[in-house]
């Protein structure tokens, strides 16, 4: 299964929708927890599948941005 984005402003709507979905999550397990014995062991968990996420979106991007440059190149080799 591969994933095309044609447009740069659907990749901008993927980061920004993820972005408020995890500031959502995070900020509603802090509120939910604190006062708890429970929040310092669930804070590593919400901080580590954030950072995890990140690392995911950013993957996903590098990889379509070199698909573009790539196919740009290929385009103007073939137009030279």
């Known amino acids: 299964m591969e994933i095309v984005i044609t447009k740069k402003s659907e990749i901008g709507s993927f980061i920004i929708a ?28 919400l901080i580590g599948g954030a950072g995890f996420h990140l690392i995911f979106i950013w993957g996903f991007l590098v990889s379509q941005f070199r698909k573009n440059i790539e196919e740009k190149s290929e385009i103007d080799q073939s137009n030279s």
């Open 18 to 45: 993820s972005a408020i979905v995890w500031g959502a999550v995070i900020i509603g397990c802090s509120l939910k927890l604190k006062g708890t014995p429970y929040y310092d062991e669930i804070s590593p968990i």
